[in-house]
């Protein structure tokens, strides 16, 4: 009996000493939970407190090409016409040859033969029909939202003091800005005219290429201060004399067909990005 004893002993005590190893074995190749680390197959990943998983870095936000304000919007990808759907367009009797001979058939065209920058509001001058509703063009304008706002106004200005037409179209600005908080507004540079073909066909005096390259220094003027999209449409029409090319033009002043094409396309080619606009034009 005390033999039999002795050999339960020694067998108790080397499973005991078995178990032991086996654990430690087991703890230090596999798992060790203890003062904040989980190891697990040799590595420890840190736990992480709610406070400092929110001091994670955050993506940075991707800031859009800067516009200047007062600077021509540059050269863009062509656009489809279809980009035009919720764009209107605001002038005179060019405006109106844009419409009918540019080759641009979606949008909207308010213009008026002889229309000015002092006479867009005002019960004299309910140009548009809206609705069967005569309604004038600040009124027509604040009839639907749009995306876009082209704004060519100033050859039937010429003849006023620079002065008066800077006020009143600084102020034509504010108001387009206000009517339409969520379009890009554009204004354009007024296309040169022809001085010979002008005389010729007896146009004012007054209608000839120096003051309009005064009333453009205005316009220019009045992007920068009212944070509004420039485009230089003269551009695409000045010759190297500084004149609208005699082809281009039936009377000096208005636009021949091939003419109008060219201001089409020239703003199929000058687009800007809306969320490039908006964010510099908010950067103040």
């Known amino acids: 009996m005390g033999y039999l004893a002795l050999i339960l002993a020694a067998a108790v005590i080397l499973g005991a000493a078995a178990l032991a190893v086996c654990g430690c074995l087991y703890v230090g190749e596999h798992l060790r939970i203890g003062g904040g680390n989980v190891e697990i197959a040799g590595e420890t990943e840190e736990e992480k407190t709610p406070e400092e998983a929110e001091k994670a870095p955050a993506e940075e936000e991707k800031v859009p090409e800067e516009y200047v304000f007062g600077e021509p919007v540059e050269e863009s990808g062509r656009v489809e016409d279809d980009r035009f759907d919720g764009a209107v367009f605001l002038g005179d009797s060019r405006t109106e040859g844009l419409e009918l001979f540019g080759g641009l058939s979606h949008g909207d065209f308010y213009w008026h033969r002889g229309l000015s920058v002092f006479a867009a509001d005002g019960e004299e001058h309910r140009y548009f029909d809206v609705g069967g509703e005569k309604l004038t063009l600040l009124e027509a304008l604040g009839a639907k939202s749009y995306c876009a706002v082209y704004l060519m106004l100033g050859v039937n200005e010429l003849g006023y003091p620079p002065e008066s037409y800077e006020r009143a179209l600084g102020e034509l600005v504010e108001r387009i800005v206000e009517a339409q908080p969520e379009a890009v507004v554009y204004l354009q540079t007024m296309p040169p005219v022809n001085d010979r073909a002008a005389t010729e ?80 034009r908010d950067a103040k």
């Open 201 to 280: 066909n007896g146009l004012p005096e007054y209608e000839c290429c120096e003051n309009v390259d005064r009333f453009n220094e205005i316009i220019v003027k009045t992007a920068e201060e009212k944070r509004v999209a420039l485009l230089d449409t003269a551009s695409c029409y000045r010759g190297e004399d500084g004149q609208l090319p005699e082809e281009l033009t039936r009377d000096g002043v208005h636009f021949s067909f091939d003419g109008y094409t060219r201001w089409a396309e020239y703003l199929r080619t000058h687009v800007i990005d809306p969320e490039r606009y908006f964010y510099w």
